[in-house]
T-cell receptor, first 113, second 109 residues
Framework: DSGVTQTPKHLITATGQRVTLRCSPRSGDLSVYWYQQSLDQGLQFLIQYYNGEERAKGNILERFSAQQFPDLHSELNLSSLELGDSALYFC????????????FGSGTRLTVV | GIQVEQSPPDLILQEGANSTLRCNFSDSVNNLQWFHQNPWGQLINLFYIPSGTKQNGRLSATTVATERYSLLYISSSQTTDSGVYFCAAYAGNNRKLIWGLGTSLAVNP
């Protein structure tokens, strides 16, 4: 157990639907990072939050949004889902906002049918 | 933005062999990291190494920032080393970590 908890582990949903992925960072970590891993594009950085504030934004689609709550857990919301959104979504956390020292969660596998 | 390229894309070893994985990047970096993803999908941070050399057990990494490459050495490989090794980097004030496509390593008993 890495200390970073992601739920759910698996999610199957239909096109056009909306889902929420949840991440609880390791105790003491203030940064949360979201990544998408697909077969054809490798790991893509989506967004980073540090202590509740957005710190950096990657190639996150407008249909996707995220936030970090006062208790530091984070949620990634994916809406108007398309087949191409099927991927592994990873959350990572770190103590600071310097983008290293990551601890990854085990990921959420999203399948859009 | 910065480009990160890894080689070789695939590698097959017999247990006990040594190997070197390479990561080339297109610009000067101030953040270079190596990660391992095991066959079950779990990602682990191996090294943060924007320059110099670090060692952790049978693994070591060297980054030559002036020549824009980093190397990951695996000595006396074990079956548990199997998986995909990624390098990732960013440059300047761009805080978006860019990942290579990885080297897929299979260590056979």
């Amino acid at each position: 157990d890495s200390g970073v908890t992601q739920t759910p582990k698996h999610l199957i949903t239909a096109t056009g639907q909306r889902v929420t992925l949840r991440c609880s960072p390791r105790s003491g970590d203030l940064s949360v990072y979201w990544y998408q891993q697909s077969l054809d594009q490798g790991l893509q950085f989506l967004i980073q939050y540090y202590n509740g504030e957005e710190r950096a934004k990657g190639n996150i689609l407008e249909r996707f949004s995220a936030q970090q709550f006062p208790d530091l857990h984070s949620e990634l919301n994916l809406s108007s889902l398309e087949l191409g959104d099927s991927a592994l979504y990873f959350c990572a956390s770190s103590v600071g906002d310097n983008n290293y020292g990551y601890t990854f969660g085990s990921g959420t596998r999203l399948t859009v049918v | 933005g910065i480009q990160v390229e890894q080689s070789p894309p695939d590698l097959i070893l017999q247990e006990g062999a040594n190997s070197t994985l390479r990561c080339n990047f297109s610009d000067s970096v101030n953040n270079l990291q190596w990660f391992h993803q095991n066959p079950w999908g779990q990602l682990i941070n191996l090294f943060y190494i924007p320059s110099g050399t670090k060692q952790n057990g049978r693994l070591s990494a060297t980054t030559v920032a002036t020549e824009r490459y980093s190397l990951l050495y695996i000595s006396s490989s074990q079956t548990t080393d199997s998986g995909v090794y990624f390098c990732a980097a960013y440059a300047g004030n761009n805080r978006k970590l860019i990942w290579g496509l990885g080297t897929s390593l299979a260590v056979n008993p």
